[in-house]
């Protein structure tokens, strides 16, 4: 009697629940994971399951499945299942290792639960609030939190500074080397950047090639140092687009608030320091280039 509750429970469970056996194949899914795959058990038992894994997920939940299995150890993962009606959904998977009396390892029990909702609900709030190549903070966060922080200003007499860094000569990396070179290229100078952020400090990506770090409660002092180490650890990358090498260099503009700006002030400020700044590297190379003719 005990074993047909148990069989009914599991079978009549929201969640959608599997089993394997020590060989890591799959020979049970109940009811609730067949009505979503819209497949029969036979078509899912051993490795049929993953034929409904999306093809760009499949290879990482192989990985973190065979895993845990060689150690025995538990699991949780996400991962797009195709659904009966041919759409992939977000799962959440939880597998358990399975002992008998005597200890000895039998499989995995695992349980699974359609999160498709709450996935796609966390990339909305992630596109407003990231971007999507360098995982820097968006543009309007940043203006969000810079304004916040300018009231705070205003209110008690706090600090606010900002370093303006654009990178120079992007264009030729990205027209010499193709956008995917570029890419490399913003995504390492976004590592540097993340590096520097202190708590409190906002880092993003403003614009194209350009970049800005809200420091919080700092000085122009503080920005300027800030501002010299990023310049040094991005004028010490490279990057081997084929058969070049590439060096990257940026310029950098610091920008104190003072209660007569506005938010679109304080930024000019910083901007128009960072053109000079680039104005006086080009002179600088110039010259530099000049003697040595």
Known sequence: MADNVYELIV???PNMIWMSGKDKLCYYFNRSWLRFTGRSIEQEQGNGWAEGVHPEDLERCINVYEDCFEHQL???MEYRLRRADGEYRWISDQGTPVYDDDKTFLGYLGSCLDIHEKIMGQKVIDMAYYDSLTRLHSRQFFIDKLTESIQKCRQGGSKVALALIDLDNFKH???????RSGDIVLMKVAEVIKGTVRAGDVASRYGGDEFVLMLDGADVLTATAVAHRIDEEIASLKFDFGAAEVHVSASIGIAEFEMSMSLESFITSADKDMYHNKRRRKHKMSRE????L
């Open 11 to 13: 079978e009549n469970a």
């Open 74 to 76: 538990p699991f949780y």
């Open 173 to 179: 990396i990205n027209d010499t080397y193709g956008h």
């Open 289 to 292: 280039s000049e003697s040595k």
